[in-house]
């Protein structure tokens, strides 16, 4: 069975930092891409971030580049993402999600989600 | 970036009727496009992707369509478990993008 958990999330004071983790297990957790995707109050989905599983290259969306940081720990099947200078505008419950194939980046099984919160 | 439009943004539909669901993209993501359903206080959930392949699991009354541009998520027979926020998402270039979400609610 493939799970997702996520941890880390929490209340931070604008200009803040936080390091979100996503356990993962029941998959082989090398061989895929792996993501982050947020949801603000009452809001859409919007795409964060993503880690190859092929050579670990990154990508980001512009409203989180130079901020945020994706990374994968292979020997834990473990994803994270650093988020540093934190504003109001990254209230979100935030999501890992795996992509359903090498070659598809839609995203099959997803964690139930940490919530961050930006406020003073 | 390619912007994802869906319409409508919500959806009055009675249980056991067809609902229709569409989503354009500002420029053409061929057939990497993906539909995912998402209720109250859950993670979303993959209906669709590849455009048409249903995910695993997935009823056989969803249904996705299109290629290019233009898509439709199509539910035949709603039943009183499909009521909730429908988002679709290219994945054809970066950055990845979604829709605003199409709500299907009981008319």
């Known amino acids: 069975e493939v799970l997702l958990l996520e941890s880390g999330g929490g209340l931070v004071q604008p200009g803040g930092s936080l390091r979100l983790s996503c356990a993962t297990s029941?998959?082989?957790?090398?061989?895929?891409?792996m993501s982050w995707v947020r949801q603000a109050p009452e809001k859409g989905l919007e795409w964060v971030s993503t880690?190859?599983?092929?050579?670990?290259?990154?990508y980001y969306a512009d409203s989180v580049k130079g901020r945020f940081t994706i990374s994968r720990d292979h020997s834990k099947n473990t994803l994270y993402l650093q988020i540093n200078s934190l504003g109001a505008e990254d209230t979100a419950i935030y999501y890992c999600a795996k992509a359903i194939s090498v070659w598809s980046l839609s995203f099959d099984y997803w964690g139930q989600g940490t919530l961050v919160t930006v406020s003073s | 970036e390619i912007v994802m439009t869906q319409s409508p943004a919500t959806l009055s539909v009675s249980p056991g009727e067809r609902a229709t669901l569409s989503c354009r993209a500002s420029q053409s993501v061929r057939s990497n496009l993906a539909w995912y359903q998402q209720k109250p206080g859950q993670a979303p959930r993959l209906l669709i992707y590849g455009a048409s392949t249903r995910a695993t699991g997935i009823p056989a009354r969803f249904s996705g369509s299109g290629s290019g541009t233009e898509f439709t998520l199509t539910i035949s027979s709603l039943q009183s478990e499909d009521f909730a926020v429908y988002y679709c998402q290219h994945y054809n270039s970066w950055p990845l993008t979604f829709g605003q979400g199409t709500k299907v609610e009981i008319k």
């Open positions: 880690i190859r599983g092929s050579d670990d290259s990154t």
């Open positions: 029941g998959f082989s957790f090398s061989s895929y891409a």
